[in-house]
């Protein structure tokens, strides 16, 4: 089915990362025009674009917690591309080790909410002043179902998720039709957020390895397999599509294998005489 993204001009936040990666590759098969923005693995950013082709997208550099260097990027990213049709805000970075919430230091808390909330604050900020003036854009916020669920030992990382799944996604989506409304040939600007569980990327490779680990992550859910980048990808690139999504805004979307929750316990730790007495 087209997709209708053929020249359009997207940026994508985070693309040197496997599933940022992976949504820059598939919004390229579709013709799209790609701004691939990386922080600081230039390496892997630079081999996607061998990938997809200088003349199709344009590398930019940024610590998007900066005020300045995300003003300096959209910048360069709107000179280059003559616009920006979609924003994918897909950035952000955790605190691999689990630190219960009494135990967080002020500054992995300030800097998890920094890496992950404050980018897409400053990203769509000023994405949102371009579409003002094109009056039309969309944007697709890449979350966590760490945001629906929550994370123990994560709790900054899933309290950032989730003002962007719930807090950014349903405000914005209101704010973004006023100044993109609607023609008789044109849906109106929106804004949506994915929510992947589980994926199968370089971060997560070692983590999923032991056998251990692997049953409990596919027994909170109806597929038995972790995902892939590509089923992120193929969700994204969707709801950046005006033709295929035009009537869907405002909208929370968890690819996430029918994931319904965590384990709490194992049967192991269940005291029977305790749950029955």
Same mark, same amino acid.
């Given at each position: ?11 994508? *936040?985070?693309?040197?990362? !496997? ?38 997208? $344009? ?19 709107? *000179?280059? !591309?003559? %616009? ?18 009494? %135990? ?7 800097? *998890? ?5 404050? #980018?897409?604050? $400053? ?19 890449? /979350? ?18 989730? /003002?962007?799944?719930?807090? $950014? ?45 692997? %049953? ?5 859910? #109806?597929? %038995? ?13 969707? $709801? ?8 869907? *805004? ?28």
């Amino acid at each position: 089915m087209d997709t209708k993204i053929k020249d359009r001009v997207v940026l994508v *936040t985070g693309a040197s990362g !496997g599933i940022g990666a992976a949504i820059a590759r598939q919004l390229a098969e579709e013709g799209a025009r790609v701004i691939l923005h990386y922080r600081s693995n230039a390496e892997a950013a630079r081999q996607l674009q061998g990938e997809i082709g200088a003349k199709r997208s $344009l590398l930019v550099k940024a610590d998007l917690a900066q005020e300045d260097q995300v003003i300096d990027a959209i910048v360069r990213a709107r *000179t280059w !591309g003559g %616009r920006i049709d979609t924003l994918i805000a897909n950035a952000g970075s955790w605190e691999s080790r689990e630190v219960p919430l009494h %135990r967080m230091s002020l500054q992995q808390w300030q800097r *998890t909410h920094a890496a992950v909330l404050t #980018s897409a604050f $400053l990203c769509l900020r000023e994405f949102l002043k371009i579409v003002a003036r094109q009056k039309r854009g969309n944007a697709v916020l890449i /979350a966590s179902t760490a945001a629906i669920f929550g994370e123990a030992g994560h709790a900054d990382y899933a309290a950032a998720k989730a /003002a962007m799944a719930f807090g $950014l996604t349903r405000s914005l989506k209101n704010e973004i039709a006023r100044i993109a409304p609607g023609t008789s040939t044109y849906c109106g600007g929106r804004i949506n957020c994915v929510c992947p569980g589980w994926t199968v990327v370089p971060r997560t490779a070692g983590q999923l390895r032991p056998l251990a680990t692997l %049953r409990r992550v596919l027994a909170t859910r #109806s597929l %038995r397999r972790v995902a892939r980048p590509e089923d992120i990808a193929n969700a994204v690139v969707f $709801l950046a599509s005006d033709h295929l999504a035009g009537h869907l *805004t405002g909208q929370i979307l968890a690819v996430a294998g029918g994931m319904e929750g965590r384990l709490l316990w194992e049967p192991s730790e269940i005291d029977p005489t305790l749950a029955l007495g």
